[in-house]
């Protein structure tokens, strides 16, 4: 019978050559699923991206983390161009930049943070002052470079940045976390806070067995037994795929977790070159193979399945602050 080890290696050794780039532009099919409207209520969408759901009060917002094994596989750009794809779509997005080593949401969003959370411990620094409205309606708020753990925060630390931060909840019906990757205790906080976290990858045996040690941390810490990923930089569709598959045999059998391919995102070098303009890709190159990618990722996201809002934002301040 084969352990854990030996299929693991079996799922990094298999794929060890791209077939080629593929100039063929990501197959944007809307899924013929049962999703969850924003109210919580089951409806099926069948046909078209265009729905629109009945406007509400939300009274909490979905937290989704995004984080990865291997640094450097597209976390950053993937969240801040989902969120100015939902934002595209209606959605009120908040970024949260917890890559608390290297935060980099401002040069890819192209914006300057004076403040970031941590400055909200002085009195006379109010949440207005922290966040940063970024373009296309995307708010956002640095999390600063190395700031401590929050289990090192005082009690009033703690009930202070709570009390400030909670009024994001009315600002955001999608709040994303942008982690730093690997498995440091601060990202693992991060993602065990979150209601719904999305692995990236790319098809690298690195990225790979890197992105298997976060599945396996993350069973073994969160209650809930599901991540949901996305493959960066594939070559074809097929490359893909067989990452996916692999990683969900690998999951579902020695972790007992479900994963959800959100999709994937060509290797696109407009990528680079929006990060060198400092411009997000959706706003220097919408038309783009991995602009369009990622808005399909933005609506499976949105409209491709089964999310619940267990914890929402307060939660997972509370959660992350050590609020029992
Ligand atoms: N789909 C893509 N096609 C081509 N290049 C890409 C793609 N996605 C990302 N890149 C390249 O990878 C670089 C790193 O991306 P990004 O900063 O988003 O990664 P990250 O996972 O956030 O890194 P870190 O772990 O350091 O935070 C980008 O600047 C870009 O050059
Ligand atoms: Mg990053």
Redesign the pocket.
């Given at each position: 019978m084969k352990d854990q080890a030996s299929s693991l290696r079996e799922l990094v050794q298999e794929k060890n050559e791209y077939n080629g780039p593929q100039a063929v532009p990501p197959a944007a099919q809307p899924p013929s699923v049962v999703a969850v409207s924003p109210e919580g209520e089951p409806q099926t969408v069948v046909s078209t991206y265009k729905r629109v759901f009945r406007p509400t009060i939300r009274t909490r917002a979905r937290v989704i983390a995004i984080t990865s094994g291997k640094g450097g596989v597209g976390?950053?750009n993937l969240t801040v161009n989902l969120a100015i794809a939902m934002g595209k779509i209606g959605r009120r997005v908040m970024i949260v930049d917890a890559?608390l080593g290297?935060a980099?949401v401002d040069v890819v969003l192209g914006t300057v943070s004076k403040h970031h959370l941590l400055h909200l411990l002085q009195p006379e620094v109010n949440l207005e002052d922290v966040l940063i409205h970024g373009p296309f309606g995307v708010n956002y708020i640095s999390g600063g470079s190395a700031i401590e753990r929050a289990v090192d925060f005082t009690p009033q630390e703690r009930q202070c940045l709570m009390d400030k931060l909670t009024a994001c909840e009315t600002m955001a019906d999608i709040v994303l976390v942008?982690t730093?990757a690997g498995l440091g205790r601060n990202v693992l906080d991060f993602i065990l806070a979150a209601d719904e976290v999305i692995l990236v990858t790319t098809p690298e045996p690195t990225a790979l067995t890197d992105a298997y040690a976060v599945m396996k941390a993350y069973s073994m810490h969160s209650e809930k037994k599901d991540l949901k990923i996305v493959v960066n930089r594939v070559y074809d569709e097929e490359e893909s795929n067989e990452v996916v598959m692999k990683l969900r045999r690998t999951s579902e059998k020695f972790l007992s977790m479900s994963l959800t391919s959100l999709g994937m995102i060509y290797e696109d070098r407009s990528v680079m070159n929006a990060v060198k303009r400092q411009s997000p890709l959706l706003a220097a190159y919408p038309d783009a193979m991995a602009a369009r990618c990622i808005e399909a990722v933005a609506k499976n996201i949105l409209y491709g399945g089964d999310h619940e809002i267990r914890l929402g934002w307060r939660g997972f301040l509370q959660k992350l602050l050590n609020f029992s």
């Open positions: 976390k950053t890559d290297m980099n942008d730093g």
